[in-house]
């Protein structure tokens, strides 16, 4: 897997020496400025100590079995385009072929610790990176709306078991950023659309 993070932080110096801190008892395996330089902390093999609590498709220790890149980034502001630029770089022609991780491996902070972090958050441009098979996208749509069926279909494609809303609010803030509301049809569709092409163990016909 790959988990993307964003540093919160005021500048990339700052974050690297944060995470090049062992009194923090935080790492990543890259680091990527806002400016496109890519920082590498931690050599790929080894374990980093970026995710935490939490869990993707069933299972946790997720610090374990990924490779956390962090991002230059405030947390509010736009990603810069050579920050991305570099980061699409690093995936497709190092990480995910060298890993063999498929697209739905790359995944937020967000994802995995729903509630405890939002990284990398609203403004993060999940749609550029799945254009070019870097990352997973979906727009379908429709009308049916079905509480049940979209937390199955959601702890198929990978979310952990939370709360209704917060359920909701983290999969609108990857698949759906600026979307508010109680949850609708289109919410279910694209979670259904998502199950059914990269879920597991899941027959995610959409009705």
Not at 74 to 88: C, I, R
Not at 106 to 125: E, L, N, Q, W, Y
Not at 148 to 173: H, N, T
Not at 189 to 199: F, H, K
Request: a negative charge.
């Amino acid at each position: 897997m790959v988990v993307i993070h964003y540093t919160a932080m005021k500048d990339c110096a700052g974050a690297a020496k944060a995470l090049c801190d062992p009194a923090r008892e935080v790492s990543a395996h890259y680091l990527i400025g806002r400016d496109g330089e890519v920082l590498s902390l931690v050599d790929e093999p080894l374990r980093a100590w970026h995710a935490g609590a939490g869990a993707w498709r069933g299972a946790g220790d997720v610090n374990s079995r990924s490779i956390g890149i962090e991002l230059d980034n405030d947390g509010f502001s736009p990603f810069s385009e050579p920050l991305m630029a570099a980061l699409e770089r690093l995936l497709a022609q190092g990480i995910l072929p060298r890993w063999e991780i498929p697209p739905e491996g790359v995944i937020g902070h967000s994802d995995m610790a729903p509630g405890r972090k939002i990284d990398p958050g609203r403004r993060f441009d999940w749609k550029r990176l799945a254009r070019q098979g870097l990352a997973v996208w979906s727009e379908a749509g429709g009308d049916w709306v079905d509480a049940a069926r979209f937390r199955a279909d959601a702890a198929a494609f990978g979310y952990p078991s939370v709360e209704d809303d917060l359920l909701l609010e983290v999969v609108r803030m990857r698949f759906r950023p600026w979307k508010h509301g109680p949850l609708d049809g289109e919410d279910c569709a694209v979670m259904a659309d998502l199950a059914a092409r990269y879920g597991v163990d899941r027959d995610t016909t959409a009705p």
